[in-house]
């Protein structure tokens, strides 16, 4: 038993610097995957004078290093390390492979982001950060690609970033062509990045303007109340605030309830004064029905019925 708490107790310990830890390092991470990019753009670019490079390089080298011990600190916090690295691959090849660490930027933003429990919210966020990403990166790509070969187009960042805006957008001016295969790739990627971006955006303002409302004009789930789609709409139960329309339905059925209680109070408490107050100075005798006895008291067996005829008439 002893030992069993123990354990338990190392336990919590462990969920509280894992939790601790993620408090801290999720905003760092944010910073480090931001100079990593920054740098591995910068040492993309062919022009890019001596200093700038040693310093760009630098950084980069310093970023890959915390990147790696960050995955490493998170699978030794777990619970499993073995089953952490298992269930993460993708953490694990980014950490290794330079080019695929731009996850860690796209995964910093949804962390961050994760205190909106809206679908939309979210997918606006990835959007975002891939369109950037794919701005930044792609330019400094096929730069790096076109960059000296005979009859490139491409030939500054400038002139890079304009032919990515072209590209994503699914425009295509012309005036900036790649020449190489691999600045070719490069615009195939663009294109399907662009592409799906475009779906993204069409999808959620489809979701958004297409969705069931209320009379308030409150989202509302299929197949449920008013009251239950705004509740819905407005994330009860998660960790958003109660929406208005929520609270208005909830107060109006709440004092319908109160009403109706005290209806049914009054109702009773005219009920038992009848039936327990003597009758009133030269009034008949009530009739010994059901309705005018007191709760439990039977009926008088001698007492002739209120509508038998007297003894001896035909």
Do not use: C
Not at 26 to 39: E, G, K, T, Y
Not at 72 to 95: C, D, E, K, M, T
Not at 119 to 140: H, P
């Amino acid at each position: 038993m002893q030992s069993d708490s123990v354990l338990a107790a190392l336990a919590r310990r462990r969920e509280r610097a894992r939790l601790e830890y993620e408090r801290i390092a999720d905003p760092l991470l944010l910073l480090v995957a931001l100079v990593f990019i920054a740098s591995w753009v910068l040492l993309l670019i062919p022009e890019l004078e001596a200093g700038w490079r040693s310093a760009a390089r630098s950084a980069f080298w310093v970023t890959w290093v915390m990147m790696v011990s960050d995955y490493f600190s998170r699978a030794v916090l777990s619970r499993n390390a073995g089953r952490y690295i298992v269930h993460n691959p993708l953490g694990l090849i980014a950490a290794i492979a330079p080019p695929l660490r731009m996850f860690y930027l796209v995964r910093a933003f949804t962390t961050l982001h994760n205190s909106s429990a809206r679908l939309a919210g979210k997918a606006g966020v990835i959007g975002g950060a891939v369109f950037i990403l794919a701005i930044v990166i792609g330019s400094a790509l096929v730069l790096n690609y076109e960059y000296g070969h005979p009859g490139a187009t491409i030939t500054s960042y400038g002139d890079a970033v304009w032919w990515s805006f072209e590209t994503t957008s699914t425009v295509g001016y012309g005036d900036y062509v790649p020449v190489t295969v691999r600045g070719r790739l490069v615009g195939v990627g663009m294109m399907i990045i662009g592409v799906g971006l475009a779906s993204l955006v069409a999808g959620t303002l489809a979701g958004v303007f297409l969705r069931p409302r209320d009379a308030d004009g409150v989202p509302a789930a299929q197949g449920d109340g008013p009251a239950a789609g705004a509740m819905r709409a407005g994330g009860v139960g998660g960790r958003d605030e109660i929406p208005p329309a929520a609270i208005n339905v909830a107060t109006t059925v709440s004092a319908d309830i109160h009403g109706r209680l005290a209806a049914i109070e009054a109702s009773l408490a005219r009920l038992h004064a009848t039936a327990g107050s003597p009758p009133a100075a030269g009034s008949p005798p009530a009739a010994a029905s059901g309705d005018n006895l007191t709760p439990g008291a039977a009926p008088d067996a001698g007492a002739p019925a209120a509508d038998a005829p007297p003894a001896g008439a035909r």
